[in-house]
């Protein structure tokens, strides 16, 4: 177990709708990336938060956005959901910016119908 | 741009054969991570690769990072059943941007 917990494991929705993903970093980790795995292809970056803020992101359109609270856990938010967004979502945290080891959560697997 | 390519895309060996996949990046890499992912799993973190010419070894597993820091192999030596998964090498192009950029994975499965 890496500690990082993600909520909820398994989500449907349907075209156009909003959907909010949610994480828990292990205790003590302030920075927390997001990933995009689809079906048979390897994680893509969505962004990074460090410390409450937006540290670097991934060539996703601004419906993709995110949140850090105090507590360092985070948000995943994406508006407008297209069928292509269905894939396995990733968190991942570690111990400041140049931490070295990178963990990761189980993922939410989202469909889009 | 900064694109990470990763061969074979699957592999079939059987027990006690040796493994080997291969990382390659368009550009230069400030440092290199392995990571391996079971079936319904998510990724896990094996090793970090920093200096150019690097070989770590973690017991049947062999890492290494090239002289130019545009490439990286694992290499497993004698495989087991429990070394079934996905292996993926991930590129940071620059530590304090966060982004790590994943190739597509070699799928491992071993015949008992």
């Known amino acids: 177990e890496t500690g990082v917990t993600q909520s909820p494991t398994h989500l449907i929705k349907t075209r156009g709708q909003q959907v909010t993903l949610r994480c828990s970093s292990q205790?003590?980790?302030?920075?927390v990336s997001w990933y995009q795995q689809a079906l048979g292809q390897g994680p893509q970056f969505i962004f990074q938060y460090y410390r409450e803020e937006e540290n670097g992101r991934g060539n996703f359109p601004p419906r993709f956005s995110g949140l850090q609270f105090p507590n360092y856990s985070s948000e995943l938010n994406v508006n407008a959901l297209e069928l292509n967004d269905s894939a396995l979502y990733l968190c991942?945290?570690?111990?400041?910016?140049?931490?070295?080891?990178?963990?990761f959560g189980p993922g939410t697997r989202l469909l889009v119908l | 741009g900064q694109q990470v390519m990763q061969i074979p895309q699957y592999q079939h060996v059987q027990e006690g054969e040796d493994f080997t996949t291969y990382c390659n990046s368009s550009?230069?890499?400030?440092?290199i991570q392995w990571y391996k992912q079971r079936p319904g799993g998510h990724p896990v973190f094996l090793i970090q690769?920093?200096?150019?010419?690097e070989v770590k070894k973690q017991k049947r597993l062999t890492f290494q990072f090239g002289e130019a820091k545009k490439n990286s192999s694992l290499h497993i030596t004698a495989t087991q059943t429990t070394d079934v998964g996905t292996y993926f090498c991930a590129g940071v192009y620059n530590t304090n941007a966060g982004k790590s950029t994943f190739g597509d994975g070699t799928t491992l499965t071993v015949k008992p």
């Open positions: 991942a945290s570690r111990s400041g910016l140049d931490g070295e080891t990178q963990y």
């Open positions: 205790s003590g980790h302030n920075t």
């Open positions: 550009t230069t890499l400030s440092n």
């Open positions: 690769l920093v200096k150019s010419g």
